[in-house]
């Protein structure tokens, strides 16, 4: 019997393959009928030399190309070929070689264009990189859809417009990772009166614009589809872009429907677009064009990439109504354009984001202090407004037990209430800070939280079953090359700096500590930086270039042997300031072995090396007269008496 059972099948198989016939378009621009049955329209060559469809047993497995290079057979014509029709079966449908295709409704009604496929890894539909399939209807209540069956699979490098009626693609192949790919290059553009990338029964997240790809959206339904349990018939994947070329909301796209709990890419708003969005979970790069207008409504936005302004991000007027920046990316972040932040309550920077300022930004939130738990850099921009900011020290919270939502493909996390809840938090929970723990994905920050049910939303969803999890924040850093120092790239109402905060100073500053600083974590210097306060270093003192100048009236104390560090050179040491009686001060709270401390005066690099017999502190000072006591008050050698002496300067 599995004889019988093995042969038919193979018998099956060979006639399906015998009966898959490659066919091109010789039917010329049109407008015509599509018509599959007319043999005068499909020829097995290119030039129509070859057989013709049959008109009366054309199959549904048969291979249908439209070469670009010749669209007349016999007769040959290139340009664009404009097809009337509606429902059509095919095995494959190839768009190629620079061909422009309409394929064009023109009676009532909704056809299907069934793309049979072959369960193999050719693709069943696909368009070139050089060429361009277009779905349209002479009227908005008409429509074809593009269906893909479920062992079809699709490939597009070119363009796909579905762009009028009631058209888009119907995917009901329900692989995982999807189905229907559009590649790098690849142009998507959607105006469609139905959902253009899969409706109800499409398959979840089987359509995918993969990296390099855009989805451009001109207007109409949204493109996320409406399946029942809620989730997406497409993937954003990492580097594909989504272009707003539409004002949202609309009657045919709400806010809500079209950003809430959806994760995107790129994000470009299109010029002269105004845009409201939802509860974004999480959003590469956003690109707001001259004479566009975003408009953020969720507590806080994530963003993992850039920010180009050159429109306006506006938030809301009432400090109730402004929305934070939640940045979570792990490259280098940065804010620029010349457009407006307006109201723009808080930024947070979370615990392995690096963010850099290449433009001014204000914040206004009153009650909200922004976060950097990350490295901040603000070159020499400002951060200013009636806002508040505070650099805060690291923090590891306990274990917390995963109540609810420990699952994979999870966004949410019900946490033990005995830990977060309205009543407490010691779980250090909060947006921004990084969870850690099995199943959880490199990188996951919480993004929002909600105290009233104990539950923190996810940057990425979970990837497996989690029973418990730890959330953690970094020591943040603060980078700057403003002239005038942290005071003037810090400009809001209130700020504060915890203790063991890094800072980095790339630009040359005489100015460049703010009153309120305390013991500092690592120090790093990359220009000309002389103190305007005395300093404790509980980290590393890193001179990379420049001179750093301790102030005639200050000291750095360093708390560890092996804390000073770099790239130490007649231009890259420390100075120690003499002003009268009063002499700058290096001091080593602890040295233990032989250290090699690179000092000097303005003029004149004087390392010295020290090497203590046990234990000690140490502080050190340079000057460049020769006394007759090792004191900066004493009395200058004469000539005679430097002849004596080995002068080192």
Request: charged share 10%.
């Amino acid at each position: 019997m599995k004889k019988i059972y093995l042969f038919t099948a193979l018998v099956f198989l060979i006639n399906f393959a015998f009966s898959q016939t490659t066919y091109y378009w010789v039917g010329g621009n049109g407008p015509i009928s599509f018509s599959t049955t007319s043999g005068s329209r499909w020829n097995t060559s290119l030039d129509g030399s070859g057989t013709s469809r049959s008109s009366t047993v054309a199959t549904p497995q048969d291979i249908l190309i439209f070469d670009g290079n010749n669209v007349g057979g016999s007769s040959p014509i290139t340009g664009t070929v404009t097809i009337t029709d509606g429902s059509n079966d095919m095995g494959q449908l190839r768009i190629i070689n620079n061909a422009n295709v309409i394929y064009q409704r023109i009676s009532s009604g909704t056809g299907t264009i069934s793309i049979k496929g072959d369960g193999t890894n050719n693709d069943d539909f696909f368009i070139d990189s050089t060429s361009t399939f277009s779905l349209i209807s002479q009227d908005i209540t008409w429509g074809n859809k593009i269906q893909i069956e479920s062992i079809a699979t699709a490939k597009i490098y070119g363009t796909l417009n579905i762009t009028d009626g009631k058209c888009g693609i119907l995917n009901l192949n329900t692989t995982t990772g999807g189905s229907v790919f559009f590649e790098s290059g690849s142009v998507c553009n959607t105006f469609s009166y139905a959902y253009p990338l899969g409706d109800k029964n499409s398959a979840k997240n089987g359509v995918v614009f993969k990296n390099g790809s855009t989805l451009n959206y001109l207007g109409g339904f949204h493109p996320f589809g409406n399946r029942v349990d809620g989730s997406s018939t497409i993937i954003l994947s990492e580097g594909s872009t989504v272009r707003i070329n539409a004002n949202i909301p609309t009657t045919l796209a709400s806010s809500s429907n079209f950003f809430s709990t959806r994760r995107f890419s790129n994000v470009i708003i299109a010029a002269n677009n105004i845009v409201t969005t939802g509860n974004i979970y999480s959003l590469n790069d956003l690109t707001v064009e001259q004479g566009a207008r975003l408009k953020l409504t969720s507590s806080y936005t994530p963003i993992s990439g850039n920010i180009n302004n050159n429109g306006i991000i506006n938030t809301g007027a009432a400090a109730s109504a402004m929305n934070r920046l939640l940045f979570i990316g792990n490259t280098t972040q940065t804010i620029s354009g010349t457009g407006d932040f307006d109201s723009l309550g808080a930024i947070i920077v979370g615990s392995s984001a690096n963010v850099v300022l290449n433009r001014d930004l204000k914040i206004m939130d009153v009650t909200t202090t922004s976060k950097v738990s990350g490295l901040l850099n603000t070159n020499d921009k400002s951060i200013y407004g009636t806002g508040k900011l505070s650099i805060i020290s690291s923090i590891t919270g306990p274990s917390i037990n995963v109540t609810a939502g420990g699952i994979a493909g999870s966004d949410t996390l019900r946490l033990d209430p005995n830990i977060y809840s309205g009543g407490g938090n010691t779980g250090n929970v909060g947006s921004g800070n990084l969870v850690i723990g099995e199943s959880i994905a490199p990188n996951t920050y919480v993004i929002a939280t909600s105290s009233s049910n104990s539950r923190i939303t996810l940057s990425n969803p979970v990837i497996g079953v989690v029973n418990t999890i730890t959330i953690i924040s970094n020591t943040g850093t603060l980078a700057t090359s403003n002239p005038y120092g942290i005071d003037s790239s810090i400009k809001v109402s209130s700020k504060s700096f915890e203790a063991g905060t890094n800072y980095v100073f790339n630009g040359s500053t005489s100015t460049p500590f703010t009153s309120s600083i305390t013991e500092i974590g690592n120090l790093t210097i990359n220009a000309d930086v002389k103190t305007n306060k005395r300093i404790n270093v509980s980290g590393n003192l890193k001179l990379e270039s420049g001179k750093f100048t301790i102030r005639a009236t200050d000291s750095v104390s360093i708390n560890s042997n092996t804390a000073l560090c770099g790239s130490f050179t007649n231009s890259t040491y420390i100075v120690t300031e003499v002003n009268g009686a009063n002499i700058g001060k290096l001091r080593f709270d602890s040295i233990n072995s032989e250290k090699l401390i690179p000092i000097g005066t303005p003029n004149h690099y004087l390392p010295v090396t020290i090497t203590p017999n046990a234990l000690a502190s140490v502080t050190v000072s340079v000057y460049d007269t020769i006394k007759t006591t090792a004191s900066i008050n004493g009395i200058p050698f004469s000539d005679n008496q430097k002849k004596k002496f080995l002068d080192a300067v």
